[in-house]
């Protein structure tokens, strides 16, 4: 699938992982796909970041209608650069315990099975925990901010995978 660059968001074809970024400027770009997860029974988020300031929860990875629904979403903590993969309703979840801003590119990976989110970072695991989530929504992905149009990225973003199975690290 592709996306719809909104708002000023520009590609960066230098210094990321696989030299083909998306950039953000943290105020409103964003990128609009068509992927809406209907009908999924696990879901695995993927994406390389590199999160240059911290501001408002900057969103990696979001869908849902708006912060009521229990869908999860990789982002990053409010003010701490912290990635965390959280339901979105009410911010339960798995938070890393190392600022992230201004330290270069990441990979980081939230996996959630309904009963269980996970997270990674750079290929180890951060953390598991208990938390039911509701992965279905007609609501398509935003990449870089959620679609309520709040809590915007400002760094820059690639190789964003989602999957429509729960995948383990091996």
């Known amino acids: 699938n592709d996306g719809t660059l909104v708002n000023g968001a520009v ?5 990321s ?6 950039q953000f400027d943290g105020v409103d770009d964003y990128i609009q796909t068509n992927l809406a997860p209907s009908g999924y029974n696990a879901i695995t988020m993927s994406a390389w970041v590199n999160l240059y300031t911290v ?11 708006d912060f009521t629904q229990n869908v ?3 982002r990053f903590s409010e003010a ?3 990635v965390e993969f959280v339901r979105k309703a009410d911010n339960v979840g798995i938070t890393d315990t190392v600022n992230l801003a201004g330290t270069g590119w990441h990979h980081v990976v939230g996996v959630s099975n309904k009963t269980t989110l996970t997270l990674y970072k750079d290929g180890a695991l951060v953390g598991t925990g208990a938390h039911v989530t509701i992965l279905d929504s007609t609501t398509p992905f935003r990449i870089g ?3 309520d149009n709040t809590l915007p990225f400002n760094g820059s973003i690639d190789e964003v995978m989602i ?8």
């Not at 501001?55 to 209608?65: A, D, E």
């Open 17 to 22: 992982p696989y030299n083909t970024s998306v």
């Open 145 to 147: 901010r959620r679609p």
């Open 72 to 74: 999860p979403e990789l």
């Open 163 to 170: 999957y429509n199975t729960a995948l383990t690290a091996q």
């Open 55 to 65: 501001n408002s929860y900057p969103m990696i990875l979001s869908y849902g209608v």
């Open 80 to 82: 701490t650069g912290k």
């Open 11 to 15: 590609f960066n074809f230098t210094g």
